[in-house]
């Protein structure tokens, strides 16, 4: 591989940590993080010693499930998909500052629950080193629950994920990051499925237009649109069709964030 030394140390302590696992359930999204944590685990384990499990949700827009199976597919993996449950958890749609805790809590107790039944001995999931940087209570779910984190453990960036993803084919290298669609809505305002739908059919119209990366904030009557900063002509050139869509949607104000898409703006403190 065309790597440095320093990143092929990673890579081949990822190989280990899976290696040493034998049989595996990777909880699969089909990003760019799942993505390499699935294809790895095929190389150093097979096909057969490794199941993808990936959930319906209101929380994820039906494009990426459809994405996961394909991926799923294309690289041999057994695939399952399940119906998640955190929508019946009163904790998430409370929508507290702990909303993924609830969330992966839920996930990962049904997850352990499959793969179980069909003699998967370890969860993995795709967390990676700069997920630490950001606010996580869902990783505190991984710790309980003992589900392991691979990627995380060997210290792999983002960027380096990207990296190893390239030299390996995978079609995700440069897909855009994603989040669950309640991760738009502000800490104490219901997550309700009617908003999780309204996010979605916002943010896929704006993606139809040839924009790389959006999120659509959910502030009650105002919808908050972040995009890349090179986006912004882009959006502004089709600012009446935006806001036409978004109101017929059901949003009052339409608004473009000139700071610009950022992961965990919901996180940052007010004024």
């Known amino acids: 591989m065309q790597i440095d030394e320093r990143l092929e140390g990673k890579y081949n302590d990822l190989k280990r940590r899976v290696r040493s696992m034998e049989r595996v359930a990777v909880t699969f999204s089909g990003g760019v993080d799942s993505t390499l944590l699935l294809k790895v685990s095929i190389d150093v384990l097979g096909s057969g010693n490794v199941l993808a499990l990936t959930a319906m949700s209101p929380t994820y827009p039906r494009a990426e499930r459809e994405e996961a199976e394909a991926l799923a597919a294309d690289m041999g993996a057994r ?3 399940f119906d998640s449950t955190e929508m019946e958890d009163e904790g998430f749609l409370a929508n507290t500052r702990d909303r993924c805790y609830h969330c992966k809590t839920r996930l990962f107790k049904t997850v352990l629950d499959i793969a179980g039944r069909e003699g998967y001995v370890f969860i993995l999931e795709g967390s990676n080193a700069d997920d630490l940087k950001d606010f996580r209570p869902g990783r505190r ?40 669609l309640a991760s738009r809505i502000p800490y104490g305002t219901a997550i309700t499925v009617g908003r999780l739908e309204n996010i979605e059919r916002a943010e896929a119209f704006i993606k139809g237009l040839g924009v790389s990366q959006v999120r659509v904030r959910h502030h009650g009557n105002t919808a908050r649109i972040e995009v890349e900063e ?13 806001a036409e869509e978004l109101m017929g949607i059901g949003f009052i104000y339409v608004a473009l964030d000139l700071h610009g898409y950022r992961t965990g703006s919901m996180n940052e403190p007010g004024p």
């Open 79 to 81: 695939f399952y998909m």
């Open 141 to 180: 779910a991984c710790l309980e629950l003992d589900v392991k984190s691979p990627l995380l453990d060997a210290g792999l960036t983002k960027e380096e994920i990207r990296a190893l993803s390239r030299e390996l084919g995978l079609k995700t290298c440069e897909k855009p990051a994603q989040a669950c």
């Open 230 to 242: 090179n986006d912004f002509p882009l959006v502004l050139e089709h600012r009446n069709e935006i």
